[in-house]
């Protein structure tokens, strides 16, 4: 019991800056409290004292504004930062090493009997305020973003934001996805616009596409162009131009001096 104790607070220090000392986390974490609970009402749970069970479970909800029913399962290591608001069903699973934010539910869709709450496997993290619904399998290393709402499986290691939720950064594709975008930056001669997978800027994310589009699409033309010529045409000749930075950065001075223009133009009183 010691060690499973001592391997929980480690992990604590493993995820959270703010923890200084194994007392600090033995006595001011109420995620960690809740989990704590969790274990002695599964306990009581599994060995047919279901009343007791849940009464245990009301407890450390009204101690810590956290909700776990005792039936659900809870991997090793698995972490719930801050706590206040946190609910898991009873038939949720969670993998080892889960970090879950405040204002997590993990709950169901439908009043029968039976499986009907989330699956998660290892390593994965749940923003603030994300609901999880139905009994759906959230893959090992996915992300949930804050307030998402997901109701539908998430393939390993994808990263899911909005409502619904949707995925943005699917690691089936990020590898393929990254070294297109390297060899567009090389062959337009600048990096294109410094996008990467891990920006959270969602204009940056649309430009991206954009530029996975365009890159498909040179690929689609230059096909098409090979197969011209070697029917005799005589197309595709030209090399693309090379593009400079520059060319999109406007000097300061000439832009103050356009919108002083446009604002001139607009209240001639200025």
């Not at 719930?80 to 069903?89: L, Q, T, Y």
């Not at 005799?232 to 001096?257: I, M, T």
Request: a negative charge; glycine letters at 12%; one cysteine or more.
């Amino acid at each position: 019991m010691f060690e499973r104790l001592k391997e929980d607070i480690n992990s604590v220090f493993d995820r959270d800056p703010a923890a200084r000392n194994m007392f600090e986390v033995l006595t001011n974490y109420p995620g960690m409290h809740a989990i704590w609970g969790h274990r002695l009402s599964n306990f009581f749970w599994r060995n047919g004292f279901k009343w007791l069970g849940r009464t245990v479970s009301t407890l450390f909800r009204w101690f810590t504004g956290v909700e776990i029913h005792p039936g659900a399962t809870l991997g090793r290591r698995f972490f719930i930062d801050h706590g206040m608001g946190v609910v898991i069903g009873e038939t949720a699973e969670i993998g080892d090493d889960v970090t879950l934010y405040h204002g997590v539910t993990l709950g169901g869709t439908s009043w029968n009997a039976g499986k009907r709450h989330p699956t998660l496997g290892n390593n994965v993290v749940v923003g603030a305020g994300a609901k999880i619904l139905g009994p759906l399998d959230i893959g090992e290393n996915a992300r949930i973003g804050s307030n998402a709402v997901v109701v539908k499986d998430i393939p390993p290691g994808a990263t899911v934001i909005g409502i619904p939720g949707r995925i943005v950064n699917d690691a089936s594709t990020k590898a393929s996805q990254t070294k297109e975008r390297a060899e567009m930056a090389k062959q337009y001669g600048f990096d294109a616009y410094a996008v990467s997978d891990e920006n959270p800027d969602p204009v940056a994310k649309a430009i991206g596409r954009l530029l996975d589009h365009i890159h498909l699409v040179d690929k689609k033309m230059s096909d098409v162009c090979k197969e011209v010529n070697e029917l005799g045409g005589n197309v595709c000749q030209d090399e693309l131009p090379q593009l400079s930075v520059g060319e999109f950065v406007e000097d300061e001075a000439k832009a103050a001096e356009r919108r002083k223009q446009a604002a001139e133009k607009f209240d001639p009183g200025i």
